[in-house]
């Protein structure tokens, strides 16, 4: 938990220095705000709960038995939630409106290394403009948090309205969700799968044959989306998601961000909800599925009842950075201790005791031994709890007034007057 909560912390933190506000909203959603907004696939992750009481009586065998015994679900994401409740609180809220949540989510999914069945996310979303100034700065987010985690990046960018135009283009307008389903495991399961699953699907070979040398297209930004430009001149939503993508790329530019960031048309993210850019943060040092994701939506809270409300976030995936940070040995030394420094119990408790008490009241972690024994034994638990400091007060202390502190990193020792507490604090870093 220690360590978590320093991915936490940081998260929270710079989501913070952006002006977003947290709020969180229940784990159970009805079934009707969850389903139909995550595709077919994400439909088949939903854990379903079970009405409570008697689910089954009064059940009509004629009916679906599922959507009459169970009327709730637990949240998929916290997006769709989000959206419920932008449109819930609207004349409360002030447009636009930013705000971070930081909870778990279920995914009735096969558990595997970096894929789980809980886990949280810590989501940024700001909704009520269409300012392309906004995903920059969920870009800028995402710079500064893997920045101060000292995780090296790498932001796929890519457009729902390319992708849209790529349907376009192959004749196959009404199959742009097959398209973005395949097209979203190209790392998964690779090129000839991808272009398997969509003949499949029902695309042409000519419109698969189109689409191949899109999906491995080589060259700096501005080179794709000079290509792209040329194969999307028959596509007006097309020439729009190319438009975005330059804009985008022109304000990262402009804002000196120090991650890369490409352009991936392969890029897809499988929600349907998507309508603009879209986003991907991989670790370059670890290998693991994407650690961030997200994108533009236009019309999520139209569904709720809110229409012309457009939004964009990005999520990170709490669980999967602490499996890069633990891979790559990134934590901090001493996360796991809750105590900066740890009292030996010499006997003398009726001395110590008022010191750890100012000490705590002015912001410091202390702690005492509960047990007077041999002093190899509280050194011993000092260095297993990681507690860098420790302090020895028997006797001689008590009647001088003094108190003897060790960095047990060093092997420094200092004594101070019980009453200085500044110099106490200062030396174990509370200060």
Same mark, same amino acid.
């Not at 894929?115 to 987010?141: N, P």
């Not at 990046?153 to 849209?164: A, P």
């Not at 304000?251 to 603009?276: K, Q, V």
């Not at 408790?349 to 912001?363: E, F, H």
């Given at each position: 938990?220690?360590?978590?909560?320093?991915?936490?912390?940081?998260?929270?933190?710079?989501?913070?220095?952006?002006?977003?506000?947290?709020?969180?909203?229940?784990?159970?959603?009805?079934?009707?705000?969850?389903?139909?907004?995550?595709?077919?696939?994400?439909?088949?992750?939903?854990?379903?709960?079970?009405?409570?009481?008697?689910?089954?009586?009064?059940?009509?065998?004629?009916?679906?038995?599922?959507?009459?015994?169970?009327?709730?679900?637990?949240?998929?994401?916290?997006?769709?939630?989000?959206?419920?409740?932008?449109?819930?609180?609207?004349?409360?809220?002030?447009?636009?409106?930013?705000?971070?949540?930081?909870?778990?989510?279920?995914?009735?999914?096969?558990?595997?290394?970096?894929?789980?069945?809980?886990?949280?996310?810590?989501?940024?979303?700001?909704?009520?403009?269409?300012?392309?100034?906004?995903?920059?700065?969920?870009?800028?987010?995402?710079?500064?948090?893997?920045?101060?985690?000292?995780?090296?990046?790498?932001?796929?960018?890519?457009?729902?309205?390319?992708?849209?135009?790529?349907?376009?283009?192959?004749?196959?307008?009404?199959?742009?969700?097959?398209?973005?389903?395949?097209?979203?495991?190209?790392?998964?399961?690779?090129?000839?799968?991808?272009?398997?699953?969509?003949?499949?699907?029902?695309?042409?070979?000519?419109?698969?044959?189109?689409?191949?040398?899109?999906?491995?297209?080589?060259?700096?930004?501005?080179?794709?989306?000079?290509?792209?430009?040329?194969?999307?001149?028959? =596509?007006?939503?097309?020439?729009?998601?190319? #438009?975005? +993508?330059?804009? !985008?790329?022109? $304000?990262? &530019?402009?804002? %000196?961000?120090?991650?890369?960031?490409?352009?991936?048309?392969?890029?897809?993210?499988?929600?349907?909800?998507?309508?603009?850019?879209?986003?991907?943060?991989?670790?370059?040092?670890?290998?693991?599925?994407?650690?961030?994701?997200?994108?533009?939506?236009?019309?999520?809270?139209?569904?709720?009842?809110?229409?012309?409300?457009?939004?964009?976030?990005? =999520?990170?995936?709490?669980?999967?950075?602490? #499996?890069? +940070?633990?891979? !790559?040995?990134? $934590?901090? &030394?001493?996360? %796991?201790?809750?105590?900066?420094?740890?009292?030996?119990?010499?006997?003398?408790?009726?001395?110590?005791?008022?010191?750890?008490?100012?000490?705590?009241?002015?912001?410091?972690?202390?702690?005492?031994?509960?047990?007077?024994?041999?002093?190899?034994?509280?050194?011993?638990?000092?260095?297993?709890?990681?507690?860098?400091?420790?302090?020895?007060?028997?006797?001689?202390?008590?009647?001088?007034?003094?108190?003897?502190?060790?960095? !047990?990193?060093?092997?420094?020792?200092?004594?101070?007057?019980?009453?200085?507490?500044?110099?106490?604090?200062?030396?174990?870093?509370?200060?």
């Amino acid at each position: 938990m220690a360590e978590r909560n320093y991915i936490f912390d940081t998260i929270r933190s710079v989501f913070r220095s952006f002006g977003y506000s947290q709020i969180e909203t229940p784990a159970m959603e009805n079934l009707s705000t969850l389903l139909g907004k995550y595709g077919e696939e994400g439909d088949k992750l939903l854990f379903r709960i079970l009405n409570s009481g008697d689910a089954f009586a009064g059940v009509d065998e004629s009916k679906p038995l599922v959507s009459q015994i169970c009327e709730k679900g637990l949240r998929y994401d916290l997006t769709v939630p989000f959206a419920r409740y932008v449109v819930q609180h609207r004349d409360e809220i002030s447009f636009p409106f930013k705000r971070f949540q930081m909870q778990p989510v279920w995914r009735a999914d096969r558990p595997q290394k970096g894929r789980y069945r809980e886990f949280y996310q810590c989501d940024v979303d700001v909704i009520g403009s269409k300012s392309q100034l906004c995903e920059l700065e969920l870009v800028q987010i995402v710079d500064e948090v893997y920045r101060r985690l000292g995780i090296n990046v790498l932001v796929k960018i890519n457009n729902r309205k390319v992708l849209s135009g790529l349907a376009e283009i192959c004749g196959a307008p009404d199959k742009v969700v097959d398209i973005t389903v395949a097209i979203d495991k190209l790392d998964k399961i690779g090129l000839d799968a991808v272009k398997a699953e969509m003949l499949e699907k029902g695309l042409s070979a000519e419109a698969v044959a189109l689409l191949e040398p899109v999906l491995t297209l080589s060259g700096s930004n501005a080179e794709k989306i000079a290509v792209m430009r040329g194969l999307m001149s028959s =596509s007006e939503i097309g020439l729009k998601g190319l #438009d975005e +993508l330059e804009e !985008l790329f022109g $304000f990262i &530019a402009d804002a %000196g961000i120090s991650t890369p960031c490409e352009i991936d048309l392969s890029l897809a993210r499988g929600l349907n909800y998507y309508t603009g850019a879209i986003f991907e943060v991989k670790a370059l040092d670890w290998e693991i599925g994407s650690i961030s994701g997200g994108g533009r939506y236009d019309n999520l809270t139209g569904i709720f009842g809110l229409a012309d409300m457009s939004g964009v976030g990005i =999520s990170f995936g709490a669980d999967r950075i602490y #499996d890069v +940070l633990k891979g !790559l040995d990134k $934590f901090p &030394a001493g996360l %796991g201790s809750a105590s900066r420094l740890l009292f030996a119990n010499m006997g003398e408790t009726a001395y110590v005791l008022p010191i750890a008490s100012a000490l705590r009241a002015a912001g410091a972690s202390v702690e005492i031994y509960p047990d007077v024994s041999k002093l190899k034994k509280q050194f011993d638990y000092a260095d297993r709890k990681g507690i860098p400091f420790l302090s020895v007060c028997g006797e001689t202390e008590a009647a001088s007034g003094q108190v003897q502190i060790k960095n !047990l990193a060093t092997g420094e020792q200092v004594s101070f007057s019980k009453d200085d507490l500044p110099g106490i604090l200062a030396f174990i870093g509370e200060n």
